[in-house]
């Protein structure tokens, strides 16, 4: 009798041990990696967007004012915003800053290139506005003390709508 019940308590406690003990440690050591991952996921910084590194609606208002005041000022562009509302321009550009720079999105204007077919068409406008219009832009940036690795940033953006504006 006490040969049997060797016989079965090794197999017994090897089955405990293997068939509830060790999957219980090892669901335990899982949901600790999991929760330790989530714990550093929720520390980990959130990248802000462009629009909040900029300084979110106020920054984005400022730029514009600024920006218009140097483009009306300028004789060689100046005459693509003849005959515009320019309160109504600067609401459009400011909307359309905001969703291009990562901020809400209320935007309603036109595409670039609808928006800007008639002055290509019938005013000429060609790379040399567009660089002008550059040169205004990053002229802003830097008197509202944005840094020059931001400034790039957002002349790269301003870029990459070039040929959309110029109808190409």
Known sequence: MEQQLTAFIYPFILFVVLG???PMILAGAADKARREAAAEE???PVEKSLYDQLGGAAAIDAAVNIFYRRVLADAYIKVFFEGTDMTRQAAKQKAFLTMVFGG????????MRA???HLVEKMGLNDSHFEHV???????LAELGVGEAKIA???TIADSVRDDVLNR
Do not use: C, F, Q, S
């Open 134 to 140: 550059l040169v205004h832009l990053r002229a802003t």
């Open 115 to 117: 928006g800007h077919k």
């Open 20 to 22: 509830v003990i060790v």
């Open 153 to 155: 940033e957002i002349i």
């Open 42 to 44: 929720a520390n980990k």
């Open 104 to 111: 809400p999105n209320n935007y309603t204007g036109m595409d």
